[in-house]
């Protein structure tokens, strides 16, 4: 089962920023919070990783509590291309780690 | 970011018949890969992880002798649907995990129609 929990949909408008809330309250110390993003119809793409340092790349930022225990992505100007289904995973370092997905949430990016 | 190709993007085949997937890494080696399903409006579903080099290990409720694994190199695994039903109508998603970064790159998927 997903160790995290999301809400099933969002939107906002374009050129906003979307921020996205993740809950993973049983996190363990040495499981990172991982996000992907799956655009309709295509295989998932990875967006970002963190463990508990806010981390920022390209794509998006992540934030983590100070406990950890929820994150949020934020993705800083959305744009319709964003609308796609994110996924917040919590797994252990290490390219052999599965990744087990929950539902996700659904963003609608709306012009 | 590394690149991971599954060939066909979809297939339709009859009832009773067998279908190969395959997913390749296209520019690193991957001694592991992940095999997942998704039916519509649910989410990815692992169905096994892909070993190069040795068996394939199944999540629960997955019929191995049905979804046969094959990861014959660093770069190639393929997943063999046999006997085909209408039920295993489906996309096949897979992916594989970079050495160097550990995030997992996945394929554009495969949408199997068995009629």
């Known amino acids: 089962d997903a160790k995290t929990t999301q809400p099933p949909s969002m939107d906002c408008a374009e050129g906003r920023a979307a921020n996205l809330p993740c809950n993973h309250s049983t996190i363990s110390g040495n499981e990172y919070v991982y996000w992907y993003r799956q655009i309709h119809s295509q295989g998932p793409q990875y967006i970002i990783h963190?463990?508990?340092n806010n981390e920022t790349n390209e794509m998006a930022s992540l934030i983590i509590t100070e406990d950890r225990k929820s994150s949020t992505l934020i993705l800083p100007h959305a744009t319709l291309r964003d609308t796609a289904v994110y996924y917040c995973i919590v797994k252990l370092y290490g390219a052999n780690s599965k990744l087990t997905f929950g539902k996700g949430i659904t963003l609608s990016v709306r012009p | 970011g590394a690149v991971v190709s599954q060939h066909p993007s979809w297939v339709i085949c009859k009832s009773g018949t067998s279908v190969k997937i395959e997913c390749r890494s296209l520019?690193?080696?991957?001694?592991?890969m992940f095999w997942y399903r998704q039916f519509p409006k649910q989410s990815l579903m692992l169905m096994a992880t892909?070993?190069?080099?040795?068996?394939?290990?199944?999540e629960q409720g997955v019929e191995k002798d049905k979804f046969l694994i094959n990861h014959a190199s660093l770069t190639l695994s393929t997943l063999t649907v046999t006997s085909a039903h209408p039920e295993d109508s489906s996309f096949y998603i897979c992916?594989?995990?970079?050495?160097?970064?550990?995030?997992?790159?996945f394929g554009q998927g495969t949408r199997l129609t068995v009629v």
């Open positions: 892909s070993n190069e080099g040795s068996k394939a290990t199944y």
């Open positions: 963190g463990l508990k």
């Open positions: 992916s594989a995990p970079d050495r160097v970064n550990t995030e997992a790159f």
């Open positions: 520019d690193f080696q991957a001694t592991t």
